[in-house]
């Protein structure tokens, strides 16, 4: 888990405004993953990418956007077409081996002013 | 779509009782089943996994028993302590069309271990 790293720990959004999380992992893991936490429910998928340059929409991809141009970071863009972006924010990253699982890093709290 | 169903969503037991949380896939491909635990305001920590060709798993009070057949998977907690309280989600790995995996999270059950 202390391989990939989130931040910020805490992000405000304005209205109207597009805001970047970020996503980094230094696990040599071929796979990323967003997802997005509401208070007292699962983890939904936003977004996926097993290698640089390539990504997947997830269950809720709408008003959010990705990008893959390095394998060790994936960051998370929430775009003003996103109304209810208040949630918690967890990216997670795993290996395209059969053998291992997936890390989740700390979380991003986002919350709309 | 692939969907994991995930019970109870709350669960209460005594300290030093037994919990069981049970999940069902829809994904027959599925080949990969972890158990994650959150705490309050925390990331989810993995705390033990399963894969297809398992029927069970066990590390100290913790075990998890997979049933390929009927699609079922669930996690065994065994004189649970108050520090056992938090959320348990379950998950379902499979591919997807373009060959990356995907999991297929559990709504997540909340256990509450009373002292």
């Known amino acids: 888990d202390g391989g990939i790293t989130q931040s910020p720990k805490y992000l405000f959004r304005k209205e109207g405004q597009n805001v970047t999380l970020s996503c980094e992992q230094n696990?040599?893991?071929?796979?990323m993953y967003w997802y997005r936490q509401d208070p007292g429910q699962g983890l939904r998928l936003i977004y996926y990418?097993?290698?640089?340059?390539?990504?997947q929409k997830g269950d809720i991809a709408e008003g959010y956007s990705v990008s893959r141009e390095k394998k060790e970071s994936f960051p998370l863009t929430v775009t003003s077409a996103q109304k209810n972006p208040t949630a918690f924010y967890l990216c997670?990253?795993?290996?395209?081996?059969?053998?291992?699982?997936?890390?989740f890093g700390p979380g991003t709290r986002l919350l709309v002013l | 779509g692939e969907n994991v169903e995930q019970h109870p969503s709350t669960l209460s037991v005594q300290e030093g009782d037994s919990a069981v949380i049970k999940c069902t896939y829809s994904d027959s491909a599925s080949n990969y089943f972890p158990w994650y635990k959150q705490e309050l305001g925390k990331r989810p920590q993995l705390i033990i996994d399963i894969r297809s060709n398992v029927g069970e798993k066990k590390d100290q009070r913790i075990a998890v028993t997979l049933n390929k057949t009927a699609k079922h998977f669930s996690l065994h907690i065994t004189e649970t302590q108050p520090e056992d309280s938090a959320v348990y989600f379950c998950?379902?790995?499979?591919?997807?069309?373009?060959?990356?995996?995907?999991?297929?999270f559990g709504t997540g059950t909340r256990l509450k271990v009373l002292a």
């Open positions: 998950a379902a790995r499979g591919l997807d069309t373009s060959g990356t995996y995907k999991y297929i």
């Open positions: 990418s097993q290698i640089v340059n390539d990504f």
């Open positions: 997670a990253s795993g290996s395209a081996s059969v053998q291992e699982t997936q890390y």
């Open positions: 696990l040599n893991h071929d796979a």
